[in-house]
């Protein structure tokens, strides 16, 4: 069961063209917004994003905290409103184990669900089930975390949760941000065609919390909970 600290902290979040999940971590007695840098990656500055609410798009100031270098497809702003409440739901791949379950939120295709007041008029996210299947930390010190199960464009940026055997609450281990594709010839009977399809593989690329919290470490300048 996904339970409301998860569930009130996931965002459907639109710049321009661009759509995709976003989800709030507490970090020091400050609020963020963590998603994909693929999604925001036009955002210098200040600027406005628009977060799905009542039914509607509506416009948010945003302030970038960070853009992540390199391969890493993370990116992190703050808010000048309190988005989510501040349920705990530590972020950190502390005791995730080889082989376990664990669940990613977001808005496939731009899909939502809609629960009324129970979820604040804000959209529910669709959840999925995926294991993890490979941990990998790069020659750069990126920490990837592949996951076995099945992505869809729109969940870019939403949160890769899990529970440790020894506990029965959420944490946040990972980002969302692709899934791998091979490109599968199209035959007309026997005849191949010069033309491919992009075979979505089942596995989901998402990096590692810990590069989020890094870039908030370097820049705190997240909302107050407490102001």
């Not at 416009?59 to 970038?64: I, S």
Request: charge should be negative; aromatic fraction near 10%; glycine fraction near 8%.
């Amino acid at each position: 069961m996904i339970t409301t600290n998860v569930i009130q902290r996931t965002f459907h979040i639109r710049i321009g063209d661009s759509i995709g999940t976003c989800f709030t971590i507490d970090v020091d007695g400050r609020q963020y917004l963590v998603t994909a840098r693929h999604v925001v990656s036009a955002i210098i500055g200040t600027q406005q994003v628009s977060i799905y609410h009542d039914n509607q798009w509506k416009n948010v100031h945003v302030t970038l905290v960070g853009h992540c270098n390199g391969e890493i497809d993370i990116s992190v702003l703050t808010t000048n409103v309190r988005l989510s409440p501040n349920y705990p739901l530590p972020p950190t791949m502390a005791d995730i184990v080889y082989g376990q379950d664990v669940y990613f939120l977001g808005f496939p295709y731009g899909m939502t669900g809609e629960i009324g007041q129970i979820n604040r008029d804000f959209p529910l996210p669709f959840v999925k089930k995926a294991i993890v299947s490979c941990l990998h930390t790069t020659p750069t010190n990126a920490q990837l975390l592949f996951l076995d199960g099945h992505n869809n464009p729109g969940f870019s940026g939403g949160p890769v949760i899990f529970k440790e055997p020894s506990s029965n609450e959420f944490k946040v281990a990972g980002v969302i941000s692709a899934y791998r594709y091979n490109e599968e010839p199209i035959y007309q009977g026997a005849q191949e065609l010069p033309l491919a399809y992009r075979y979505n593989t089942g596995i989901i690329i998402s990096y590692g919390i810990m590069h989020a919290v890094d870039l908030i470490k370097s820049n705190p300048i997240g909302l107050e909970l407490n102001a």
